[in-house]
């Protein structure tokens, strides 16, 4: 176990999470008299608003993932520590991080929780293993190689049915992520697959949108919400709703209707992407504070985004509850901004009892249906199709980290908007089998040390092999 320094020292700020939340944060403590410590699980900032377009092969993940390391070159009062947060001490004020055997403290004077949510399988956890989520650059390229995979044993099948199928790709939730890429998988096989194989018509896939609700986009309402839902059908995406998914397996899913009838769709490419958990680290912080989780496992924090009876803990963007903000990129950026200028106002000598009220600003909502056509709602202000689009672009490119990621994106995107292309069309076969491999392996390495037959040093040492040898 290795302990950060505890000789006489500058503040000391820990961030966890190098999302939107944590990066903004940090990078808004530059001119502070502090060190800060970033701690995360990846060694990248992911754009996740754009995790669709990896999937559907429009983009390449380094140009929705800088290296935090390489962001933050610059700012030389910041460190960046790559490793997955396991406790927060906030009594003694530690956060302890595990990077495969080896364990690291690193003491805090203050502290920013940024570390996001996971997927939510509302209570369904088997579910992912056919349907996986859309959270992370390895989601997004499993998923490539299981929409393109589904393609290529199309090609190969002569039987009408299983041929069908491997044709039929269902998205579940249609929220903003769930309708970009629906249309992207039909844009995918409508445009770019054309013409692509001599025994199946790419085009005729079947590409399902569901809900469990009652509209597309049902945050957006109205208006837009049947404007999505037009161009959608337009695109050739089959919209199911007020329908349940009751059950995932490999070779399809059941649903229940509105009037409880049950039927069944034959798919080999699921993906889920219908519902959020915050971090398991909220509910330590919770425990630990005496506060509370809501049913998304957010923590409840005070008007200035701390901790009860924490003023110098934060917890903010997709792991914060307060007065119903949604998760979204702008509520943990401001956030994280906020909760560095509350850091710097008390290195300032200010209390915590002069604190300002977070308030949030809302620059509004949008999200892209197909090539030339998006819905973006700003205040009153709501905006459909090609005007809608190009705000969505000019706003994505805005947020991209980077320059190169900027130049980068936009040559991507110009070979898939206005030619046929795509210009990531590669997939592995780790990327579609490494998830559910390790999830085994995982699984038994627990077993063998339950029962005592293997220890948990050589548990472990397998489990980070594998790791590494899935990238
Ligand atoms: C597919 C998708 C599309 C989206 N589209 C939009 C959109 O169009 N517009 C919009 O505004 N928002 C969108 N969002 C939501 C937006 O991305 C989130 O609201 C935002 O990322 C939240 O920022 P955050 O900092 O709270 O968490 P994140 O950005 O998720 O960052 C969490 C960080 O914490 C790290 N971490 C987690 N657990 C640990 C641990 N135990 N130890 C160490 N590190 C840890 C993660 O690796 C990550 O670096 C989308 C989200 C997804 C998944």
Known sequence: MSIQSVEPHRHRVVVIGSGFGGLFGTQALKKADADITMIARTTHHLFQPLLYQVATGILSVGDIAPA??????????????????????????????????????????????????????????????FAPGMK????????????????????????????????TFVVVGAGPTGVELAGQIAELSRRTLDGAFRKIDPREARVVLLDGAPAVLPVYGGKLSRKAAETLEKLGVEIQLDAMVTDVDNDGLIIREKDGTLRRIESQCKVWSAGVQASPLGKQLAEQSGGETDRAGRVMVNPDLSLPGHPNVFVIGDMMSLDKLPGLAQVAMQGGKYAAKQIKASLDGKSPSERVPFKYFDKGSMATISRFSAVAKVGKLEISGFIGWVAWLAIHLLYLVGFRSRAS????????????GRAQMASTEQQVFARNAMGELEKKNKEATESGSTSNGEAKKAAGKQQKAAG
């Not at 690193?106 to 996001?116: C, E, M, R, Y």
């Not at 994106?409 to 046929?420: I, K, N, Q």
């Open 68 to 129: 935090t390391r390489l962001v933050l070159r610059k700012q030389k009062n910041a460190q960046v520590l790559l490793g997955e947060v396991e406790t927060i001490d906030l009594e003694n004020q530690t956060v302890t991080s595990r990077l495969l055997e080896r364990v690291t403290v690193t003491p805090f004077d203050s502290l920013i929780v940024a570390a996001g949510a996971g997927q939510s399988y509302f209570g369904n956890d088997q579910f992912a293993e």
């Open 409 to 420: 994106t936009l040559l991507s995107w110009a070979v898939t908007f206005f030619g046929r």
């Open 136 to 167: 992370t650059i390895d989601d997004a390229l499993e998923l490539r190689g299981r929409i393109l995979g589904a393609f290529e044993q199309a090609e190969l099948s002569d039987d009408p049915a299983e041929r069908a199928r491997l044709l």
